[in-house]
């Protein structure tokens, strides 16, 4: 059964850091790009992050270009998301999310999100 679990959410104060985990497990998470997106109140979801399947390249949303890193380790099967200087326009549920890939993935694969709120 594909699983991915968020963890490391939270209330954190303008300027403050998190650091986000997803652990993955029923799929070879080793082959599979990964993505983080977000969700704000009445807003849809956007891309926030993604990472290639060896680590080695990495992409971000303009918005937190300098501020996030999205790393992963493949010998223990997480993705993670560095967050600092955060904002209180960062506040939004957080998912880690596998993208459709054949013949393992063929919907993809969501976590059920890890709620982050900047506030001070």
């Known amino acids: 059964q594909v699983q991915l679990v968020e963890s490391g959410g939270g209330l954190v104060q303008p300027g403050g850091s998190l650091r986000l985990s997803c652990a993955a497990s029923?799929?070879?998470?080793?082959?599979?790009?990964m993505n983080w997106y977000r969700q704000a109140p009445e807003k849809g979801r956007e891309l926030v992050a993604a990472?290639?399947?060896?680590?080695?390249?990495?992409i971000y949303d303009d918005s937190v270009e300098g501020r996030f890193i999205i790393s992963r380790d493949n010998a223990n099967d997480t993705l993670y998301l560095q967050m600092n200087s955060l904002r209180p326009e960062d506040t939004a549920v957080y998912f880690c999310?596998?993208?459709?890939?054949?013949?393992?993935?063929?919907?993809?694969?969501w976590g059920q999100g890890t709620q982050v709120t900047v506030s001070s």
């Open positions: 029923g799929f070879t998470f080793s082959s599979s790009a």
């Open positions: 990472i290639t399947s060896d680590g080695a390249n990495s």
């Open positions: 999310n596998a993208p459709r890939r054949r013949p393992e993935l063929p919907r993809g694969a």
